[in-house]
């Protein structure tokens, strides 16, 4: 089936630090989801994006739906205490309007 | 605004046991899900529900039985546990497929 590969698996950095994630996969979606959940959580949804190309912002957190509809990408600007938690990107396939497919977590720690 | 509620959020059940894992949402979101996390493995699709009346398999469906009871309501049952069962399970709700899902906040299942 589909796969999403997500990296980094996990990340130890700095407060004040910028942060970067990505997934990729061999096929192409329409969608692509960026979650954060916190410990004994559900996963909150970030931000969602519906267009090759787009190029999304939501507070300090931008993400790009990759322009080959095979990737996309999370970045977190001057990151703080609370962006502590794993990352979760999900795409939905042309072939599906139900089934997304769920990268395995990037989790993010924040160095004291 | 109570959003996605699962019930129990811990449960512990010898082998063979049965039970059912109870969620309701108040969005009036026509779309359901029921997904289990494992550790390192994101999430998997055990079934969902397009609209009321409906259920589909997903990914992961052996083992489970699904109810859409209403609109607001949607159970999963285990009929027989096995350890391998064993999880954090997480119901989420969506306005329509394509659209970002809600989730509850997970509950947690030891099958012994």
């Known amino acids: 089936g589909q796969q999403l590969n997500q990296s980094p698996q996990s990340m130890f950095i700095q407060e004040g630090e910028d942060v970067s994630m990505n997934c990729t996969s061999s096929?192409?979606?329409?969608?692509w989801l960026w979650y954060k959940q916190d410990p004994g959580e559900g996963p909150v949804l970030l931000i969602a994006?519906?267009?090759a190309g787009e190029l999304t912002s939501n507070g300090r957190l931008t993400a790009q739906f990759g322009i080959t509809r095979k990737d996309s990408f999370l970045n977190i600007s001057a990151s703080i205490p609370s962006d502590v938690g794993i990352y979760f990107c999900?795409?939905?396939?042309?072939?599906?309007?139900?089934?997304?497919?769920w990268g395995a977590g990037t989790k993010l720690i924040i160095k004291p | 605004n109570a959003g996605v509620t699962q019930t129990p959020k811990f449960q512990v059940l010898k082998t063979g046991q049965s039970m059912t894992l109870q969620c309701a949402q108040d969005?009036?979101?026509?779309?359901m899900y029921w997904y289990r996390q494992d550790p390192g493995m994101g999430l998997r699709l055990i079934y969902y529900?397009?609209?009321?009346?409906?259920?589909d398999k997903g990914e992961v469906p052996n083992g489970y039985n699904v109810s859409r009871l209403n609109k607001r309501e949607f159970s999963l049952r285990l009929e027989s546990a096995a350890p391998s069962q064993t999880s954090v399970y997480f119901c989420?709700?969506?306005?329509?497929?394509?659209?970002?899902?809600?989730f509850g906040q997970g509950t947690r299942l030891t099958v012994v």
């Open positions: 989420a709700s969506s306005r329509t497929g394509n659209t970002e899902a809600f």
């Open positions: 969005m009036n979101h026509n779309s």
């Open positions: 529900s397009a609209s009321e009346g409906t259920t």
């Open positions: 096929s192409i979606f329409n969608t």
């Open positions: 994006l519906y267009k």
């Open positions: 999900a795409g939905l396939p042309p072939d599906s309007n139900y089934q997304l497919i």
